[in-house]
């Protein structure tokens, strides 16, 4: 057994080197003193400084990934006015039944300040580059396209066990149960029109696809020429993008260094939801 000694020699404690305030530190920060929202988005907005620079893993570019194309959408959180204007125009453009949206728009009201401007926030399917829904089917009916990473669900494969719907932290995947809007329920004329989703022109019918199946926002690809490329000036792009009366989703090619989504995030402090998942989400919001 160790004597202890009758005395204790004092010494001086080692001098610690200055700590320099990083964002990262600071984001602990916030963390630690509760401010976990504004850690979120000061810890996403530097995740995507540093994608921008091609220091985050997981940050694609054409030539990383293989693709001339990598679509995705940029929303100014700023610009946004909570007018529905690109539901209503998705829903027109792909036909979707009652409950099933391919976009919608989440709004914050602020209760404490009623004086202020309330949150309104677009949300599609965010067509991540590793989309948990595309892991989880049992038949393959989910895929993530190779030519431009859209997601998109093959109706004659999905056999509507919604484990998608389960896995995607999103909440951006619904079931089509079958109904119908008083306009196209059978036997109006209405109901004959088919619908360009996919470039399918399926025409809905009583037990047949997409009735039973799982369905989401395809960033409307029918509109894709031959190329897989978009025409803005035709008017062939995404209804939502096309449509927005504040002028708040831009839609384009982040692969693309000049695209307007691409300048935009060099431009403005941005975050992406839940990026803590690993999904690497293609849907950007401006703060």
Known sequence: MNERPDTLEMQEPPARPARELTRRRLVEHLVTIGAGALAAAMGAGAAVAQEREGRLPGAHTAASTGRKYRYGMVIDTRRCVGCKACVVACKAENRTPPGVAYTVVLDEALENRPNDKPLFMTKPCFHCEYPPCVDVCPVAATTKRSQDGIVVVDYDRCIGCRYCITACPYGSRYFDFGENYPAVAWPTPYSQVPSLEYGQFRVREEGRSPIGNVRKCTFCIHLQDQNGAYDR???????????????????????????????????????????????????????
């Open 233 to 287: 000036a035709s008017g062939r792009w995404p209804a939502c993008a096309k449509t927005c009366t504040g002028h708040a989703i831009f839609f384009g090619n982040f692969n693309d260094p000049e695209s307007e989504v691409s300048r935009l995030l060099r431009q403005r402090q941005a975050i992406r939801l839940k990026e803590e998942l690993g999904t690497n989400p293609n849907v950007y919001y401006l703060l």
